[in-house]
Structures are given as C-alpha cells and as structure tokens.
C-alpha cells in the first residue's frame, strides 16, 4: 500500500506570494491532518479535514486555508506570505475510525525569501 | 502553552547503551500517547503508542512507561544502535479531536 504522499517536495517562494501545497492520503484513509514543523516551535498542528469538512483547526492566522476533495486528497493554501512561514509542512492521514494512528507523509519544505 | 514537555533536547548515547527520553503531560484529557522517530528529510514515523489505562509497553528494543498519576510517560530504547540516531518526539491526542500534540523533540545520538 502507498503511503502519504505530497507534492511539491521543495519550494521556494517570496514574501507576499501565495502557495499551495498538496497531499494524498493512504488508500482508504479519510482523515487529512497538516502540521507545520520549525525548529523553534517544533511540529505544531494546523487543521484536520475529513468527508471534505474541516473539523479542527489550529492556532493559526487566517491566512493558512485548506480544503478536501472528494477522493480524500487535500491541499493547503497560504497567502500572503511571511518569512516565518518557511518551514516543513507535514501531511498526515487516518482511519476513519483510528484518528489516533497517524502517517505522516515526507512533507514539503517551503522557504519564503 | 506547552501541553507536552519533552526532555532531555539532546542525548548521546554509546552503542548497546540505553537511551531514555522523558515526557509530561498538563491536559488529563489526553488518552492516546504515540512516539515518532524522524530521521532527517523524512516524516514522522509512528514507533511505539500507549493508552494511560496501562503502565509499561514494551515492542523489541522500545518500551514506553506510563505514570498515569504523574502525569509524565518515557521512552527507554535498549541496545542502543548507532541506525537509531534520529529525533524523537512524543505527543498526546485526544481520539475523538485528530489533532496531535507533540513535545519539543529529542535529538538522539548512538556513539558507535
């Protein structure tokens, strides 16, 4: 079985642009979670979608969105961005059933100059 | 408000040593306690989990000791090997919330 996968795997981008960064759950799984990883802060959660609902977020501005489709890939959004928004962004996904057992994907590492 | 307090931040251990890595918890809510290992450029991977019903679990060379009253659980890794070189981080869940908290991580090194 696959596992969590997520594109792009590396991004660079400049303040006040905008990036969308993409994850595919495990085959069967209906829950996506999303983390955000620095080194000062450590893994820190950011939202969790399942049926295509957000159903927890969070401490996170405004400007982190997300949504999921209808074959459980999510994608997640940050506009306007900061140079403290460079850092991993983790992609996680589970059970219906099981949302305590998580995989992670590899994340995407996103530099913002 | 950090709800999961990890320590020690680093730790170097000889190979066949035993590494411990300590963590405690504020939120009595939390019912599921999962350690991840990291290595660099890869995601967390889920190692060794345990529910505060239960006081020690043990799978091959990682056990996870519970104290539910304490609030704090640790991680013990035995024969220490120098391919467990990694991060550590433990987290707490609430099942029915989905979103994990996790502890600062500890940077592990086994000395061959």
């Known amino acids: 079985k696959a596992g969590v996968t997520q594109t792009p795997r590396y991004l660079i981008k400049t303040r006040g642009q905008q990036v969308t960064l993409s994850c595919s759950p495990i085959s069967g799984h209906r829950s996506v979670s999303w983390y955000q990883q620095t080194p000062g802060q450590g893994l820190q959660f950011l939202f969790e979608?399942?049926?295509?609902?957000?159903?927890n977020k969070g401490n996170f501005p405004g400007r982190f969105s997300g949504r999921q489709f209808s074959n459980s890939r999510s994608e997640m959004n940050v506009s306007t961005l900061e140079l403290g928004d460079s850092a991993l962004y983790l992609c996680?996904?589970?059970?219906?059933?099981?949302?305590?057992?998580?995989?992670f994907g590899p994340g995407t590492r996103l530099l913002v100059l | 408000q950090q709800q999961v307090k990890q320590s020690p931040q680093s730790l170097i251990v000889q190979k066949g040593g035993i590494s411990i890595i300590n963590c405690a918890y504020e939120n009595t809510a939390f019912d599921y306690f999962p350690w991840y290992q990291q290595f660099p450029g890869k995601g967390p991977a889920l190692l060794i989990a345990i529910r505060p019903d239960v006081s020690e679990k043990k799978e091959g060379r990682f056990t996870i000791s519970f104290n539910k009253s304490a609030k704090q659980f640790s991680l013990h890794i035995m024969d220490s090997q120098p391919g467990d070189s990694a991060t550590y981080f433990c987290a707490a869940i609430k099942g029915s919330q989905g979103n994990l908290i996790f502890g600062k991580g500890t940077k592990l090194s086994v000395k061959p």
């Open positions: 996680a996904s589970s059970l219906a059933a099981d949302l305590e057992t998580q995989y």
């Open positions: 979608y399942f049926s295509e609902t957000q159903r």
